[in-house]
């Protein structure tokens, strides 16, 4: 069981992405999903986050407005739509399943994103 990122890629400031997270071997309908980003030399943050059924939604304030996150529990997925991309933004972005229930948690290997002229 798994989730993998994908959508990673270099933009130019002001450009948007979208990224996905498709998770295997088991039901993303039972797991909260957060997106997490790391930059070089920098921890680890988590930046959105949605509920198992999507009744509640966060972000953090620095991508409030701009990232909106979103889930297709039916498509076993979940995505991080990312606007007006900043030079403050580039990182290793993460896909993390939590489980609403019981289970383990999930951690993808990241999807790379630079934003550069």
């Known amino acids: 069981a798994q989730v993998v990122e994908s959508g990673g890629d270099k933009v130019q400031p002001g450009g948007s992405l979208k990224l996905s997270c498709v998770a295997s071997?088991?039901?993303?309908?039972?797991?909260?999903v957060q997106w997490y980003r790391q930059a070089p030399g920098k921890q680890r943050e988590m930046i959105a986050s949605?509920?198992?059924?999507?009744?509640?939604?966060f972000y953090a304030d620095s991508v409030k407005g701009r990232f909106t996150i979103s889930r297709d529990n039916d498509a076993n997925a979940a995505w991080l739509e990312m606007t007006e991309l900043k030079s403050e933004d580039p990182a290793t972005y993460y896909c993390?399943?939590?489980?609403?229930?019981?289970?383990?948690?999930?951690w993808g290997k990241g999807t790379l994103v630079t934003v550069s002229p």
């Open positions: 071997d088991f039901l993303l309908r039972n797991y909260h």
């Open positions: 949605i509920t198992y059924l999507g009744g509640n939604i």
């Open positions: 993390h399943a939590t489980p609403a229930f019981q289970g383990l948690d999930y």
